[in-house]
């Protein structure tokens, strides 16, 4: 008997166990169970052997067309040249003094083959690959292990290694599976009964010796809700213990700072403010802290959002910190902060209003006076707002109070760096995500599951809406017609941006990241990367802006605007760009959050291609914030029709964030999703996917709550208490409680 803790050597033997371990990382019954099919091959159904990668490890199914041994120069060696085929196409399978393994191997013959895709003067081929002969009189009468398990019509093709061929994976699986009579199932009955799962073991049975295509449904469907509920019941139990934690509840006072600025602010608040508004004042209000994710399009109003809870954190005797991923991004903020609060945040000033507050600014570039003054504001809290960088995050930076913690564009900050901010205060401060990158609504409950979720979907009064197209670099008049649309807005009174992939100068050599937060890392920006697969570098900001300035926009004042310039020098873009004395603003994508310059309505995109879709449409949020109407101009060199032209082409048919959303998260793989929360070991995830299976996620995440709500422990659960042990190593353990 034998169970999933079981190591291998004592089921399989010490030589297969030592493979499985060294090539796999698999070392017990439970590890190998979980290392699941990639995908199935029907008997008799080909591989495309057009789709195999040179460098790859393979298991092809294919029929054998022709066979032709010769003799080589050595005595008693040969070489055996095999061509086989998918019906289509064909590839050469070679084998070197492999006379008894490769006896059977004859035309009209179906095998596996599996071996590492090699290029030999211009043609594929497999050299000295593991062979399963698939039919079965030839493979009975050769002895072959292994051909009995695929008498079904299935035929499971696992993630493998050149030294342990898939029908030997197969075989170890099944070996395990025979000896195995019954396991710890984490699933309790009670939601086994409800949604009609099958047991664990059953559903191993399932994938790994598949009858039918509806047995591999069953039993991944059965495995997918262990991935949900385990990573859900982490989730819940992250916010059951926020729950339990002690902060200090903070009321807003009826003639604070909060009442005045509503008093004087010159524009109406969305339904959508005032609802959100109304749930984080009630939430800061109670005994524990407020754990929420503000998400909103770009230009929908998340800064008054979280200045109105900033004030009432103030009005409640505490402080409240607006943290920005860079000193760009923290300057526009102060700005911003102060244009909205006028007299009341100008405390200490000849023009304070009464009971005003003070406004500090602490970023890394700060001299050394003026830091002085900042820290020192900070911690006799006479500063009741404090904008920064990751330079709030030092050990030098104390704080009289903090009742509240802002994070603005959550993705661009490690929970690491969000952690220590909240410890600086003796009992947790509340905290407050912004982010203005659309996030599908499982990816929400997957990532930011600790977090409550509030979207702002309504535009401010005032909005103009903005008109997107994909321009071909190869037609010159859609070209001309773009940088005469720049001059058209110019002369109209208007500005314009043309944002680049890279700062420039040498393309092999990323913008350095160095001490400088706001640094955008030249390359980092792009979706496929400077120079990937042999193309060209990418538009560069020092390459397009004199080419700028001497010919397409002659005559304009057109600035450069990037990470590496120094942040007195960017500020000082910033600003002349936003009082109107720069036409034309060439730059990375600093300016990608945060900058709020309504006279800007028109935007080129050089290289578009080379973005990511939700950056893109970050991108474009940066015009049309004023009331005319704005341009985002998509330019590309992509082929029309191909995958890149159709992603901008997508891009431009919708202004809808989370559509756009839901298709860039179609197009990428569900680690580069989760990024931190599946670091640490083998994914969590394998078989969950976040878009196809919203409905098992939301389903799972309600059947976590109710779980840890009348067990928080899971001691009437040891099952899945012990799956959750094993799935969440320590490293995502800590991820999810820094949470």
């Not at 508004?277 to 909103?296: C, D, V």
């Not at 050394?368 to 995050?393: F, I, M, N, Q």
């Not at 799972?700 to 840890?708: F, G, M, P, Y």
């Amino acid at each position: 008997m034998i169970d999933q803790t079981t190591r291998l050597r004592d089921v399989l033997g010490e030589k297969t166990a030592i493979m499985l371990a060294d090539a796999l990382g698999l070392e017990t019954a439970g590890d190998l169970l979980a290392h699941l099919p990639r995908r199935y091959e029907e008997r008799g159904e080909l591989t495309d052997l057009a789709n195999l990668t040179v460098g790859e490890v393979v298991t092809v199914q294919a029929q054998v067309v022709s066979a032709e041994r010769r003799p080589m120069r050595e005595r008693r060696r040969s070489m055996l040249t095999v061509t086989v085929t998918d019906g289509r196409h064909s590839l050469l399978v070679v084998f070197f003094n492999q006379v008894r393994q490769t006896r059977d191997l004859r035309s009209g013959v179906t095998a596996l083959f599996a071996g590492k895709v090699e290029e030999f003067r211009g043609r594929r081929q497999l050299t000295n690959p593991e062979v399963q002969l698939l039919d079965a009189e030839i493979a009975d009468a050769q002895g072959c292990d292994g051909a009995e398990g695929f008498a079904g019509g299935l035929v499971p093709i696992y993630p493998s290694a050149m030294k342990i061929p898939n029908w030997t994976i197969a075989k170890c699986v099944r070996m395990v599976l025979s000896d195995l009579t019954e396991i710890e199932d984490p699933l309790p009955a009670a939601i086994r009964s409800e949604h009609r799962l099958v047991g664990l073991l059953d559903a191993y049975s399932l994938v790994h010796q598949p009858s039918s295509w509806a047995d591999v449904t069953r039993g991944r469907a059965r495995l997918k809700w262990d991935e949900a509920l385990i990573l859900q019941v982490a989730l819940a139990q992250r916010r059951f213990d926020n729950e339990q934690t002690a902060a200090t509840a903070r009321h807003a006072g009826p003639d604070g700072l909060l009442a005045a600025f509503d008093a004087t602010v010159p524009f109406a608040l969305t339904a959508g403010q005032r609802t959100v508004g109304e749930t984080i004042a009630t939430e800061i209000a109670r005994p524990f802290p407020m754990h929420r994710l503000l998400q909103g399009e770009v230009g929908s109003g998340k800064t008054v959002v979280a200045l109105r809870a900033m004030l009432t954190a103030v009005d409640a005797g505490g402080q409240a910190v607006l943290l920005a991923p860079t000193e760009t991004l923290a300057a526009q903020h102060l700005r911003s902060l102060r244009d909205l609060l006028g007299p009341l945040g100008r405390a200490g000033e000849l023009d304070a209003a009464p009971g005003a507050t003070r406004i500090a600014l602490v970023t890394g570039s700060l001299g050394l006076r003026a830091r002085r003054e900042a820290l020192a504001a900070v911690a006799d809290g006479s500063a009741g707002l404090v904008v920064g960088t990751h330079a709030l995050l030092e050990e030098s930076v104390t704080f009289r109070d903090l009742a509240l913690v802002v994070v603005d564009e959550q993705h661009r900050f490690g929970v690491e760096q969000r952690d220590v901010l909240r410890s600086r205060s003796d009992r947790p401060p509340h905290l407050l995500v912004m982010t203005a990158t659309p996030i599908p609504r499982t990816v929400a409950m997957t990532v930011f599951g600790d977090l409550e979720v509030s979207t702002l979907t309504e535009l401010p009064a005032g909005r103009s809406p903005i008109a997107t197209f994909v321009v071909p670099a190869a037609n010159e008049v859609w070209t001309d017609r773009m940088w005469g649309r720049i001059r058209d807005e110019v002369a109209a009174g208007h500005q314009a941006y043309v944002v680049c992939p890279r700062i420039g100068e040498d393309p092999a050599d990323p913008d350095p990241a160095g001490p400088d937060p706001d640094a955008d890392a030249d390359a980092d920006a792009t979706a496929d990367g400077a120079t990937e697969g042999g193309r060209r570098p990418s538009a560069a900001v020092l390459d397009v802006l004199p080419a700028l300035r001497d010919v397409e926009l002659a005559g304009l004042r057109v600035a450069a605007l990037h990470g590496r310039l120094h942040p007195e020098d960017k500020d000082r873009v910033m600003t002349r760009f936003a009082a109107g004395d720069i036409d034309v603003l060439v730059a990375t994508t600093v300016i990608e959050v945060g900058v709020d310059v309504p006279n800007a309505t028109v935007m080129v995109v050089a290289d578009a291609d080379r973005f990511g879709i939700s950056q893109l449409h970050q991108l474009r949020g940066r015009v049309g914030r004023g009331s005319a109407p704005g341009w985002c101009l998509l330019y590309t060199d992509a082929e029309p029709g191909s995958p890149a032209w159709e992603r901008l082409a997508a891009v431009a048919a919708t202004s809808d964030g989370a559509q756009l959303a839901r298709l860039d998260l179609a197009q990428r793989r569900e680690g580069d999703v989760l990024g931190a929360a599946q670091s640490g070991g083998r994914r969590a995830l394998r078989l969950l996917e976040l878009l196809k299976d919203e409905d098992l996620i939301l389903s799972a995440r309600d059947e976590a709550t109710a779980l840890v709500r009348a067990d928080p422990e899971l001691s009437a659960h040891p099952g899945l208490a012990a799956a959750l042990a094993a799935t969440l190593d320590e490293t995502t353990a800590a991820y999810l409680e820094k949470g």
